[in-house]
């Protein structure tokens, strides 16, 4: 079965830029969505940005346009989420997910597999 590990996170300071990626082991699929989602403790697990594996433009959330950048051709090869010009608010964990078989939801219900999370502390 699909596994996911995330890493890259890290304690930076406001304006500072990151990337966080997603290794991804056991894939055998045609298809699949890539995400990305964080949450903070006693908060709502939110989706952060979305890629299909067939080509359709990413997806944002609005607080992050213009600021984050998801990208990765294949599932098999792991995904990557670019943050720049970090602010407070960014302040999570954030985990990478797959729904396989399927272009893009926004639900976190609708992702079968995840990884274990990356902490991003923003100050």
């Known amino acids: 079965h699909v596994q996911l590990v995330e890493s890259g996170g890290g304690s930076v300071q406001a304006g500072v830029s990151l990337k966080l990626s997603c290794a991804v082991s056991g894939y055998t699929y045609s298809r699949a969505c890539m995400a990305w989602f964080r949450q903070t403790p006693g908060k709502e697990r939110e989706v952060v940005a979305t890629?299909?594996?067939?080509?359709?433009?990413?997806t944002y959330a609005d607080s992050v346009k213009g600021r984050f950048t998801i990208f990765g051709d294949n599932p098999k090869n792991g995904f990557y989420l670019q943050m720049n010009n970090l602010k407070p608010e960014d302040t999570a964990v954030y985990y990478c997910?797959?729904?396989?078989?399927?272009?893009?939801?926004?639900?976190?219900?609708?992702?079968?597999?995840w990884g274990q999370g990356t902490q991003v502390t923003v100050s």
């Open positions: 890629l299909s594996s067939g080509g359709e433009p990413p």
């Open positions: 997910a797959v729904r396989l078989n399927s272009g893009c939801p926004i639900r976190p219900s609708d992702f079968s597999e």
